[in-house]
């Protein structure tokens, strides 16, 4: 298999000054004394130091984290093979997600969602969540470290219906991965067109945030609100902006993933934690997310 090159140590080094060869060695030797851990790239070694600002516990975390839960929530990162899945090519269907052009004055990378089709029905979150989750590996494999992400989600068709699809244990299960195992810099989410479906979705939502996540949320009933933070231009045309077609640019993004197919493939079957090799007590599904049957789903009249 001729696997995806990504962004180098070298290139990330020559990035950022504050990325030390010293500091990766301390993880590798850290890493070897931790059989559990898959063999991890240098260039992500720098992603989980940056993201992290350096601090070599919090790095410590992340990295287990980060394969612990990948291990353990297959909802998302199984079957991710952008070719033969139908849950995920159905979720290619209905959902758009890919990063805009250009950087904020802040000259963070803006990460733009938004559902093409507004048939509830068709909506499943967790394989929306997988493309998402999609997006974002390669998005790392390839650029490696930036300032800051910022998320842009356009909420304009955004249902009852979809919201009645939603399983709170699965919203407790991914907001653990984005706060827990993610390694970025998440400075903002903003919520474009938001309408009352929103409310409730953040009510169950909210109990599984850290408030640090909670008070970088916004919702933007317009525009000129949502300018004060990202540039308009960069978003898609049907937005107000003009980055072309969010069909067309949805399109670009899929390929992107059907592209780096062996990386998915190959992802699946190594990147993941033996827990059968753990020092220690083992790690199980309900030391990370809790036991599920405290979750029914959502029953609203």
């Known amino acids: 298999m001729s696997i995806i090159k990504g962004i180098t140590l070298e290139e990330e080094m020559k990035k950022d000054p504050q990325l030390k060869l010293s500091d990766i060695q301390s993880l590798r030797e850290w890493c070897k004394k ?21 601090q070599m516990e919090p790095t410590k975390n992340t990295i287990e984290n980060y394969y612990t839960t990948r291990t353990y929530l297959p909802e998302i990162f199984c079957s991710r093979d952008p070719l033969e899945e139908k849950g995920l090519r159905q979720a290619f269907k209905i959902s758009a997600i890919f990063p805009l052009n250009g950087l904020t004055k802040d000259d963070y990378t803006m ?6 089709d507004s048939d509830p029905s068709l909506f499943d979150c967790n394989n929306c969540l997988k493309y998402a989750v999609m997006l974002s590996d390669i998005y790392f494999l390839m650029n490696g470290t930036n300032d800051g992400y910022i998320f842009i989600f356009d909420v304009s068709k955004l249902s009852f219906g979809h919201v ?7 919203i407790k299960k991914y907001l653990y991965y984005l706060q827990e195992a993610m390694p970025i810099r998440l400075k903002a989410i903003h919520f474009l067109n938001a309408t009352p479906v929103m409310e409730l979705l953040m009510n169950m939502a909210k109990p599984f945030m850290k408030n640090e996540l909670i008070d970088i949320i916004h919702f933007h009933l317009s525009l000129e609100s949502i300018s004060e933070y990202i540039p308009v231009d960069a978003l898609p045309n049907e937005m107000g902006g003009k980055a072309g077609s969010v069909h067309k640019l949805a399109q670009n993004q899929v390929k992107e993933l059907e592209d780096n197919r062996e990386w998915f493939l190959l992802d699946e079957a190594t990147r993941r934690v033996n827990e059968a090799l753990r020092i220690g007590k083992s790690k199980t599904v309900n030391d990370l997310f809790g036991i599920e049957g405290n979750f029914k789903k959502l029953d609203i009249d």
């Open 34 to 54: 931790q059989p559990h851990l898959p063999k991890i790239e240098d260039s992500f070694f720098a992603l989980y130091l940056h993201s992290n600002y350096y």
């Open 164 to 170: 009645m699809r939603i399983n709170p244990m699965g």
């Open 111 to 116: 990460i733009f969602a938004t559902l093409l």
